[in-house]
């Protein structure tokens, strides 16, 4: 998937999840809801890290730039480390290990170590990542003819006002993780959740993605899971553009007001 498509379903996932946690009777506060979603989006991007072109290897300059190089490298040391014979010869790490359940897992329990022990600070970075990453998302026609500079400066006053709401008591800062100091424990999960979403629909398409890498199938480590290829499209053909991205909107949609008690 591209871009634009990857951001709108990791928004509409977190929105789901507020439905749900809604009807289970343990409703998000409204700036947790909508912060999650925003973060679920950004890090809907995170895991095309591995890729020299990719959304997010714009989106900080040459520090990104410089780290998508570092992660590819490392992506294909880690594949060919780990192969089997049944799997493709490569030349690069991507979609290999940026886009399995353990990366994602790693990323998401990182996160909420750091926003644990590195205090408001690091809750305001892991923000202004996240944010920035959702500007050129879900605003990825505008991020494109705007200057690098005032993403940055969206993001990192965005970042500034919703940790300020978060903050107030009741808004959601200690929300699933009540005890002392374990205030914003909670970023992690968008942060797990956006790259999971990133991942499967990278699946829906021809390639698929080893998902499920380490854990082996049949002579491949690097299996890659999807639908059967029939059903299966290229990223930014029309059915990602026509069917899934309005169907996201959708759910996304949906699942906000759901969330909110609005239905």
Known sequence: MMGPAHSLSGAAAWLGVGAAAAAAGHPMPWPVLVVGA??????????????????????????????CEIVDKLSYAVYKATKKPGDARR?????????????????????SAVAYTGGRWAVLVLLFIHLVLAVEGLLWR????????????????????LAGVLDKPGN????????????YLWLGLPIVLGAL????????????CPILWPIPVGRKRWYPIGPPKAIRFR?????????????????GGVGGAAALNFI
């Open 235 to 251: 990223a930014g053909s029309w059915v990602e553009l026509k069917v899934l991205m309005p169907v996201f909107m959708l759910l």
């Open 142 to 161: 505008a991020a494109r003819v705007s200057s690098d500079v005032l993403v940055w400066l969206l993001g990192a006053t965005s970042a500034w006002i």
């Open 172 to 183: 959601g800062a200690d929300w699933l993780f009540t005890g002392d100091g374990q205030e």
């Open 38 to 67: 925003l973060i679920c989006a950004g890090a809907a991007l995170a895991p095309d890290l591995d890729h020299k072109s990719a959304t997010i290897s714009r989106a900080f300059g040459p520090v990104s730039k410089g780290l």
């Open 91 to 111: 030349t690069g790490g991507h979609r290999t290990l940026t886009h399995t359940w353990l990366w994602a897992v790693m990323i998401g329990a990182g996160a």
């Open 197 to 208: 979403v990133h991942d499967i629909g990278d699946a829906l398409t021809v390639s698929g």
